[in-house]
């Protein structure tokens, strides 16, 4: 529920509000916006009767959301969040940014091989796995905490910010000493002791869109971010489980409109896991930028033939430079 103040109530009678919300036994989340406040009611489980608020002095409307998110919507914060991520500013009204490197990190020279060649070419913040979330057991698991000292290696050497995933609760301490931007795979997008864990933290935190999650359940887990006081979450879709085996995954560009309708996060996309495909990531990273999202997360390996992990989608370094030079001048048609 959304309690929609008048613009002349007082603090007094925003209080008063609170206060009764609190007496029906629900948390009240006030919202100070530039013409009016909101106060958002927490802890309910289902439809709240809305008798003892709806009459209070200063109250113009309440707005009854049934929707299992609410932190995250739109109706609940009308303003765009923009996320920090090092010096960086991600979401609308600012230049779509580019996350790009390898899919995992194999060694030092690899890694300072393609941060320099992705900062070179315009990146905006570098990305690595450390822990990496593999379909089997008996492939690269990635090398964990040296990865991380790696890729702290290659922000020292570029001055990139990094993004690289983390797997487990227990982890979020040890990655946030490294990662300047958090990132959950799909395959942990409903790992809520681990997103649980990423909301007590005050550092950033890039959630993907699960292989087959809803739209709705996707917005529902980044609930469980915010709802324990971690505002900065940045989504990102990266394909979906359909019947098409062509691609990897099915790359779902209307959910990034969709999104900016109906959350005020940032939204991301990664074409290359969503396709799979080299050949595609290009074509579907500037489809991205058209259709709105506020940022792309582009593989990038010095061999891709060579890859421990994800050669297949990964661009070499001339194709990203190329790419580069694409989003520059859509950046430009776009008004960036
Ligand atoms: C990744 O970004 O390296 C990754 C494993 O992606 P996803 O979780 O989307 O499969
Ligand atoms: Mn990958």
Redesign the pocket.
Known sequence: MLIVMNHKAGQKQIEAVIKAVQDMGFTAAPIPGSERTAIGVLGNKGYVDDVNIRDLPGVQEVIHVSKPYKLVSRDFHPRATVVKVGGVEIGEGERPVVVAGP?AVENEEQIIKTAKCVKAAGADLLRG?AFK?RTGPHTFQGLKEEGLRLLALAKKETGLPIVT?VMSPENVGLVAEYADLL?V???NMQNFDLLRELGRIKKPVLL?RGMSATLEEFLAAAEYILAEGNPHVILCE?GIRTFETATRNTLDLSVVPLIRELSHLPVMV?PS?ATGKRSLVAPMAKAALVAGAHGVLIEVHPEPEKALSDGPQSLTFHGFEKLMGEIRKLNSFLGY
């Open positions: 899919c796995g979330p995933e990132q795979g799909a395959r993907k990266r990664d896991h």
